[in-house]
């Protein structure tokens, strides 16, 4: 059976795995970059690159040491460095003297040069690519319904169990029948546990680059932290989303972008690249719709996650809503994390209950 | 007929230590209290990012069309403990000066320009920290002053279009506008002639110093380099921006392609040696700077880079510059 390596995005990694079949292949992955897996690759990426490079680098080694051939990467064409992540990860791969073959989704000519090369059956391809819509749409309900339910959970540790008892059935599944089914089941999976419907939890939003939004080895399962403290989140990367967004753009208008820009217009009228457009635009709406807070989440150094830092200063300040923002590299340690989002929560548990306070309320309706 | 007079000749002495030939590039337009009478505009320009792209372009635009551009003073270490009190910690360093120079303008000029620089060259791109720069200003630290701010985004529209549109935001007629455009253009290739020149000094071993242009004509970043390679007997060439038109690779950031293609057709007898000027934190250098050390190991030509942040100190300069050329010259 040949293999192929892709990168790891959280757990969409189980939908990417079944669009590999579509080539006659299997997927080498893991929903989290392993910290073995990020020591390889920080022992040979240049020092001051993004941690996202490092990772996805460590995994490739990682890989090419089990025995795979092939490895997939994605491609962007935005103006960050994620657009030469391919190139560079293939340049050290040539230099360190390993085998593996990196491809990406170019085009040049009618077929990618991806599936000229494994040639599968037009049945064998579409098939699974249907598959993996269905799959990626049922994880976007799971990741929903945990973020929901883990912060208000009697038991702890429920959310996390179901969820993940789901997420492995999901990813032994073969036919679209069995993932229609899971889908079905998650819902009520999710009722059965036993929650506080009195408790009404905090509310935050977690905005910045993917990798972080979505890799739990590289964020330090920021979002079973701050669930378990009863936070509710709401994470603004959903895969589902993300595709229907692009190719919208494709295809038919740029509605989802141009709502954002018009949303971020009076902070940032440029889309600077990466995801900094929506983490401005998100959280004015999130400030708008009343959450507690935002959570900004970017590798030390990101090129246009940094640079709108200032902007989402001036956001925080006007909307009067704290903005945490946590960088990380390398050298992050998950106890430290976890020690600044408890901190977090508990300063937005204080200000809820001041603004709350009659006084406050007065004060507020003054204001108009 | 350029346009731009000196204010006062001793202005370079603000440069401190700095490098001779820095100062004579960038002639000293600085406020000065007892002008505030003039009824023109007075508009300030940093000295950073896009002074250095264009560079004289906005002084003599902004002095044709009748208005007092005031650039802000070259960058020195004062400079720098400013912009680490008041900047975003984890820019790059020359972000962290421009907001500084940002900051020494703002409450001494009527408006600041800041352009928003998403491409130089057509087809290219420029650094993505460019794109918030004019809101992230406005946000935070000229958040008092009016920010003038256009798009320059040579793929779509050519520079003098875009300076055309300049014009008309700033209600000026067309026809000013036009002969100011031309008169920049020529203040600008003079300009970039002056900052090509290579140091005096005929000598050997000879050098060629690569890196952002904002990099390598910064008072703070590149003087003491600079000062150093020049008391060694050095002969060092900067790298020139001027020529705008390089050719494609699979590079898209225009300062990296440019560097790039300078470097792979670089022979060896030109140059004993290449010198890289890297900023601390800087994006687009930590993905090229392997590319461009194994090209010159290719074509076997020493290469060395300095990563210039924050806590830049002298000796430390000092004794990497020496042991380079030491190396070089026993292997002569």
Same mark, same amino acid.
Request: hydrophobic share 40%; glycine share 8%; aromatic share 8%.
């Given at each position: 059976?040949?293999?192929?390596?892709?990168?790891?995005?959280?757990?969409?990694?189980?939908?990417?795995?079944?669009?590999?079949?579509?080539?006659?292949?299997?997927?080498?992955?893991?929903?989290?970059?392993?910290?073995?897996?990020?020591?390889?690759?920080?022992?040979?990426?240049?020092?001051?690159?993004?941690?996202?490079?490092?990772?996805?680098?460590?995994?490739?080694?990682?890989?090419?040491?089990?025995?795979?051939?092939?490895?997939?990467?994605?491609?962007?064409?935005?103006?960050?460095?994620?657009?030469?992540?391919?190139?560079?990860?293939?340049?050290?791969?040539?230099?360190?003297?390993?085998?593996?073959?990196?491809?990406?989704?170019?085009?040049?000519?009618?077929?990618?040069?991806?599936?000229?090369?494994?040639?599968?059956?037009?049945?064998?391809?579409?098939?699974?690519?249907?598959?993996?819509?269905?799959?990626?749409?049922?994880?976007?309900?799971?990741?929903?319904? %945990?973020?929901?339910?883990? %912060?208000?959970?009697?038991?702890?540790?429920?959310?996390?169990?179901?969820?993940?008892?789901?997420?492995?059935?999901?990813?032994?599944?073969?036919?679209?029948?069995?993932?229609?089914?899971?889908?079905?089941?998650?819902? %009520?999976?999710?009722?059965?546990?036993?929650?506080?419907?009195?408790?009404?939890?905090?509310?935050?939003?977690?905005?910045?680059?993917?990798?972080?939004?979505?890799?739990?080895?590289?964020?330090?399962?920021?979002?079973?932290?701050?669930?378990?403290?009863?936070?509710?989140?709401?994470?603004?990367?959903?895969?589902?989303?993300?595709?229907?967004?692009?190719?919208?753009?494709?295809?038919?208008?740029?509605?989802?972008?141009?709502?954002?820009?018009?949303?971020?217009?009076?902070?940032?009228?440029?889309?600077?690249?990466?995801?900094?457009?929506?983490?401005?635009?998100?959280?004015?709406?999130?400030?708008?719709?009343?959450?507690?807070?935002?959570?900004?989440?970017?590798?030390?150094?990101?090129?246009?996650?940094?640079?709108?830092?200032?902007?989402?200063?001036?956001?925080?300040?006007?909307?009067?809503?704290?903005?945490?923002?946590?960088?990380?590299?390398?050298?992050?340690?998950?106890?430290?994390?976890?020690?600044?989002?408890?901190?977090?929560?508990?300063?937005?548990?204080?200000?809820?209950?001041?603004?709350?306070?009659?006084?406050?309320?007065?004060?507020?309706?003054?204001?108009? | 007929?350029?346009?731009?007079?000196?204010?006062?000749?001793?202005?370079?002495?603000?440069?401190?230590?700095?490098?001779?030939?820095?100062?004579?590039?960038?002639?000293?337009?600085?406020?000065?209290?007892?002008?505030?009478?003039?009824?023109?505009?007075?508009?300030?320009?940093?000295?950073?990012?896009?002074?250095?792209?264009?560079?004289?372009?906005?002084?003599?635009?902004?002095?044709?069309?009748?208005?007092?551009?005031?650039?802000?003073?070259?960058?020195?270490?004062?400079?720098?403990?400013?912009?680490?009190?008041?900047?975003?910690?984890?820019?790059?360093?020359?972000?962290?000066?421009?907001?500084?120079?940002?900051?020494?303008?703002?409450?001494?000029?009527?408006?600041?320009?800041?352009?928003?620089?998403?491409?130089?060259?057509?087809?290219?791109?420029?650094?993505?920290?460019?794109?918030?720069?004019?809101?992230?200003?406005?946000?935070?630290?000229?958040?008092?002053?009016?920010?003038?701010?256009?798009?320059?985004?040579?793929?779509?529209?050519?520079?003098?279009?875009?300076?055309?549109?300049?014009?008309?935001?700033?209600?000026?007629?067309?026809?000013?506008?036009?002969? %100011?455009?031309?008169?920049?253009?020529?203040?600008?290739?003079?300009?970039?002639?002056?900052?090509?020149?290579?140091?005096?000094?005929?000598?050997?071993?000879?050098?060629?110093?690569?890196?952002?242009?904002?990099?390598?004509?910064?008072?703070?970043?590149?003087?003491?380099?600079?000062?150093?390679?020049?008391?060694?007997?050095?002969?060092?060439?900067?790298?020139?921006?001027?020529?705008?038109?390089?050719?494609?690779?699979?590079?898209?950031?225009?300062?990296?392609?440019?560097?790039?293609?300078?470097?792979?057709?670089?022979?060896?007898?030109?140059?004993?040696?290449?010198?890289?000027?890297?900023?601390?934190?800087?994006?687009?250098?930590?993905?090229?700077?392997?590319?461009?050390?194994?090209?010159?190991?290719?074509?076997?030509?020493?290469?060395?880079?300095?990563?210039?942040?924050?806590?830049?100190?002298?000796?430390?300069?000092?004794?990497?510059?020496?042991?380079?050329?030491?190396?070089?010259?026993?292997?002569?």
């Amino acid at each position: 059976m040949t293999y192929m390596a892709i990168p790891n995005i959280g757990n969409y990694t189980i939908a990417l795995a079944t669009a590999v079949e579509s080539l006659g292949i299997k997927a080498w992955a893991s929903t989290a970059t392993t910290p073995a897996a990020l020591k390889l690759g920080i022992d040979a990426a240049p020092e001051s690159v993004c941690l996202p490079l490092k990772a996805h680098l460590g995994h490739f080694i990682e890989a090419d040491r089990a025995g795979v051939e092939y490895a997939f990467m994605v491609n962007s064409v935005g103006t960050c460095r994620l657009r030469y992540y391919r190139h560079m990860i293939g340049q050290i791969l040539k230099d360190l003297g390993l085998k593996i073959k990196i491809f990406g989704l170019g085009f040049d000519g009618f077929k990618p040069p991806i599936v000229r090369h494994f040639d599968p059956g037009p049945i064998t391809f579409i098939k699974p690519l249907f598959h993996t819509v269905q799959k990626i749409k049922a994880i976007d309900e799971l990741e929903v319904a %945990a973020w929901r339910t883990r %912060a208000i959970e009697i038991t702890h540790g429920d959310t996390t169990q179901a969820m993940n008892k789901l997420l492995v059935e999901l990813s032994e599944s073969r036919t679209m029948a069995q993932t229609r089914a899971i889908r079905k089941k998650a819902a %009520a999976c999710f009722a059965a546990i036993p929650v506080d419907k009195e408790k009404k939890p905090l509310k935050v939003g977690l905005v910045g680059e993917i990798s972080f939004l979505r890799d739990k080895c590289l964020n330090k399962n920021i979002e079973y932290i701050l669930g378990s403290q009863g936070i509710e989140l709401r994470n603004f990367f959903l895969l589902g989303e993300e595709l229907q967004n692009i190719t919208r753009i494709v295809f038919l208008n740029q509605s989802r972008r141009k709502s954002l820009s018009k949303l971020a217009d009076r902070y940032l009228q440029n889309s600077v690249g990466g995801h900094a457009l929506d983490s401005v635009a998100y959280s004015i709406r999130c400030a708008d719709e009343g959450y507690d807070g935002m959570i900004h989440l970017c590798p030390s150094g990101c090129m246009p996650e940094v640079s709108i830092r200032p902007i989402l200063k001036r956001v925080s300040k006007d909307k009067d809503i704290p903005i945490l923002e946590i960088s990380y590299d390398e050298h992050t340690c998950g106890v430290g994390i976890a020690t600044r989002l408890e901190a977090f929560a508990d300063v937005l548990m204080e200000r809820r209950k001041k603004n709350n306070s009659p006084a406050q309320r007065g004060k507020r309706a003054g204001h108009g | 007929m350029i346009m731009i007079k000196r204010p006062d000749e001793s202005a370079g002495a603000y440069t401190g230590a700095g490098n001779r030939f820095l100062r004579n590039i960038s002639p000293g337009w600085m406020w000065k209290s007892g002008t505030s009478s003039c009824s023109s505009l007075r508009i300030g320009i940093p000295r950073m990012f896009f002074y250095y792209i264009y560079p004289g372009l906005w002084e003599a635009f902004f002095g044709e069309l009748g208005m007092k551009p005031i650039v802000s003073r070259p960058s020195t270490t004062k400079t720098v403990e400013k912009a680490s009190q008041i900047s975003e910690t984890e820019h790059c360093l020359p972000n962290k000066l421009f907001d500084a120079h940002l900051a020494e303008l703002v409450g001494k000029v009527d408006m600041v320009f800041v352009p928003r620089v998403l491409s130089t060259i057509k087809n290219h791109l420029s650094c993505p920290k460019f794109g918030p720069l004019p809101d992230a200003a406005r946000a935070d630290i000229a958040r008092g002053t009016e920010v003038l701010s256009i798009d320059i985004d040579v793929s779509r529209i050519p520079l003098s279009n875009t300076l055309l549109l300049l014009g008309k935001k700033l209600n000026i007629q067309k026809g000013k506008t036009l002969s %100011a455009i031309n008169s920049s253009f020529s203040a600008m290739e003079s300009a970039h002639k002056k900052m090509a020149r290579p140091n005096r000094i005929k000598g050997s071993p000879r050098f060629l110093l690569i890196g952002h242009p904002y990099v390598i004509h910064d008072n703070f970043i590149a003087g003491p380099i600079l000062n150093k390679l020049e008391s060694m007997g050095v002969e060092a060439k900067l790298i020139s921006f001027a020529d705008n038109t390089p050719a494609k690779s699979y590079i898209l950031w225009s300062t990296a392609n440019k560097i790039y293609h300078e470097l792979n057709t670089l022979s060896g007898e030109d140059y004993d040696g290449v010198i890289q000027l890297t900023v601390f934190n800087c994006g687009c250098d930590s993905m090229m700077i392997d590319t461009y050390r194994q090209l010159m190991k290719d074509k076997s030509i020493p290469y060395m880079y300095l990563m210039v942040d924050e806590h830049l100190a002298q000796s430390g300069i000092d004794t990497r510059v020496e042991a380079f050329i030491d190396s070089l010259r026993w292997r002569q």
